[in-house]
């Protein structure tokens, strides 16, 4: 299993950047795919999920209406486009497989680092 995060960066307030996440080695259509973030001293916290095929999305409160994911199917990627992005944004992002029906199997990315200042 492996996974290939990209996008990542330093951006200023209100600006966007696009996470994208290529997975292989597993069958990507049957697992959920989740985006996590990790900001210093915090807690790892869930930013926004996708179904296996993209019929549902889940995103936190802290980031409706300006966050959005995708996953292409046929690419093994998903995505996570980042809009009027926050200095309180600033964490390392990673994606994250969930399998659709075996409990507890699920697969972890290498994170990419997100910085949001001017």
């Known amino acids: 299993v492996q996974f290939v995060e990209s996008g990542g960066g330093l951006v200023q307030p209100g600006g966007s950047l696009r996470l994208s996440c290529a997975a292989s080695?597993?069958?990507?259509?049957?697992?959920?795919m989740r985006w996590y973030r990790q900001a210093p001293g915090k807690e790892r916290e869930l930013v926004a999920g996708?179904?296996?095929?993209?019929?549902?999305?889940y995103y936190a409160d802290s980031v409706k209406g300006r966050f959005s994911i995708s996953r292409d199917n046929a690419k093994n990627t998903v995505y996570l486009q980042m809009n009027s992005l926050k200095p309180e944004d600033t964490a390392v992002y990673y994606c994250n497989a969930v399998h659709i029906t075996v409990v507890g199997l699920d697969y972890w990315g290498q994170g990419t680092q997100v910085t949001v200042s001017s």
């Open positions: 080695g597993f069958s990507f259509n049957h697992y959920r």
């Open positions: 996708i179904s296996n095929y993209g019929v549902s999305m």
